[in-house]
């Protein structure tokens, strides 16, 4: 399940299923990406808080054109 948290620049996916979140947290980065690239400034970070909850957002901290993975302790 894709949930906004703010419209084009982050989204939060949990699920139960591999299949699913893989298949939500692609659909996330595009949406994502499609934000960063109108912006043109900051690249996508994709956080993972716990075995099947990630963030996905558009990111100050990753250069432009780069998508970055991270593990939220």
């Known amino acids: 399940m894709i949930t906004t948290t703010e419209t084009g620049r982050t989204y939060r996916v949990t699920g139960d299923e591999v299949r699913t979140v893989n298949a939500d947290l692609n659909a996330a980065v595009e949406l994502v990406q499609q934000h960063a690239i109108g912006e043109g400034k900051h690249g996508i970070l994709v956080t993972r808080h716990g075995p ?19 593990e939220h302790a």
């Open 52 to 70: 099947a909850c990630f963030t996905v957002a558009v990111s100050a901290d990753v250069p432009y054109g780069i998508t970055q993975e991270r």
